[in-house]
């Protein structure tokens, strides 16, 4: 579950408890990359977590919805602008080397694979 850490959670957290054993873990963000393209693509997840490792990255949790549109996954908020630009590197190449930032080596995707990347938090 993730909520806004603005919120107060303490009855939240009361009931839940009651179900179960319950962690509270802070300073996190959920990085999700949407699009058409995700779906059945051999080696993006791959690629997606390789881009997350040359960030040095560890990745909390990861999810894929039912749909396979798109692509989720939990890290530090403090690497967030880190990653979020190395894909966009990865995933758009030429727009980044208009802006001057470096590229990523990572595994090679089919040509016509694209993702549009968001992040959210």
């Known amino acids: ?4 850490g603005g919120r107060d959670v303490s009855r939240l957290l009361e ?3 009651k179900l179960g054993k319950v962690e509270v873990e802070t300073g996190k963000a959920i990085i999700c990359l949407v699009g058409e393209n995700v779906r059945g ?8 977590f390789n881009v ?4 040095q990255t ?4 990861i999810s894929q919805g039912a749909s396979e ?3 989720s996954f939990v890290i530090e908020e403090r690497d967030v ?5 190395a894909l966009h590197a990865r995933f758009f190449p030429a727009k980044q080397e ?3 930032l470096r590229d990523v080596e990572l595994i090679p995707l089919p040509p016509e694979a694209t993702v549009t990347p968001m992040e959210v938090a």
């Open 98 to 100: 208009a802006k001057g």
């Open 41 to 48: 693509r051999v080696g993006m997840a791959a690629s997606v």
């Open 81 to 85: 602008p880190e990653v979020v630009k």
């Open 15 to 17: 009931e839940l408890r």
């Open 69 to 71: 549109i798109n692509i």
């Open 58 to 61: 560890n990745l909390h949790m």
């Open 52 to 55: 997350a490792a040359s960030c």
């Open 1 to 4: 579950m993730i909520i806004d």
